[in-house]
């Protein structure tokens, strides 16, 4: 019976040392104050997004006239706002210092954004009138 009892507990200890599948949430302070722009290619130049810690979302690019609006973390490794109405929510699939990858669940599909931390200075290009 000891030697059962004893089996039994190195088998359950084995099983305690076993990882965690759920990757790590990412630390709240790398998305917001930091200026991110497309590692995409096809994106427009410059596209850039901006969480700032109040709430506020930058969106912008060389193309486009900028956007504000309210985001805010929807748990531990998601983010939503809304852009003309319509509410978007994203998954944070990795973040650090130099990286953003987003998947955004938009209202017809779901698509993977890559975005890198923006090296300064940076100056949008002459647009062709």
């Known amino acids: 019976m000891r030697g ?3 089996a039994a507990a ?6 305690a ?3 965690d599948p759920r990757p790590e949430p990412p630390p709240p302070g790398l998305l917001s104050g930091r200026v991110w722009v497309s590692a995409d290619e096809g994106t427009p130049m410059g596209e850039m997004r901006i969480f700032l810690a109040d709430g506020t979302l ?3 690019s060389c193309w486009e006239t900028y956007r504000l609006s309210k985001w805010e973390r929807d748990g531990e ?3 939503r706002w809304e852009e003309d109405g319509q509410p978007i929510g994203a998954k944070i699939l990795a973040l650090n210092e130099t990286e953003l990858h987003l ?3 938009l209202v017809s599909n779901i698509v993977q ?3 890198r931390a923006a090296e300064v ?4 290009p002459d647009m062709p009138r």
């Open 17 to 19: 040392s076993q990882p």
């Open 77 to 79: 490794d998601r983010i």
């Open 113 to 115: 954004k890559r975005y």
């Open 4 to 6: 059962l009892v004893l």
């Open 103 to 105: 998947e955004l669940e």
């Open 58 to 60: 930058v969106l912008d």
């Open 121 to 124: 200075p940076f100056v949008c």
């Open 10 to 15: 190195l088998t359950l200890s084995g099983c």
